[in-house]
């Protein structure tokens, strides 16, 4: 099993940028596609980015494509999501969260293991 730890979450201005991090711990890592998920009060969980295994394949939600880059260092056993532009709407609670086989997954159902989740505010 993978423990999953997110850091890097904030309080920001409109525009502004923010890097999130989710620290691995387990031996798995390396073949595990990762992902980024977020949830806004009284919404449900979305999928932001998800990484492959390698880090060859990325994809990202309509709502962050050209703002947001997802990222890995499988040497560090770390996956980042760095933020820019950042809009009052991408306010939510960010999660990380991985997947026991090394292909993209889409929704909340497709991954195995999740971090505990970090605050991001985004003020206007």
């Known amino acids: 099993q993978v423990h999953l730890v997110e850091s890097g979450g904030g309080l920001v201005q409109a525009g502004d940028s923010l890097r999130l991090s989710c620290a691995a711990s387990?031996?798995?890592?390396?073949?595990?596609?990762m992902g980024w998920f977020r949830q806004a009060p009284g919404k449900e969980r979305e999928s932001v980015a998800c990484?492959?295994?390698?880090?060859?394949?990325?994809y990202y939600a309509d709502s962050v494509k050209g703002r947001f880059t997802i990222s890995r260092d499988n040497a560090k056993n770390t996956v980042y999501l760095q933020m820019n532009s950042l809009k009052p709407e991408d306010t939510a609670v960010y999660y990380c969260?991985?997947?026991?086989?090394?292909?993209?997954?889409?929704?909340?159902?497709?991954?195995?293991?999740w971090g505990q989740g970090t605050q991001v505010t985004v003020s206007s």
């Open positions: 387990g031996r798995t890592f390396s073949g595990n596609a």
């Open positions: 990484i492959t295994a390698s880090g060859a394949r990325t």
């Open positions: 969260a991985g997947r026991s086989v090394a292909g993209l997954g889409y929704s909340v159902n497709a991954y195995n293991y």
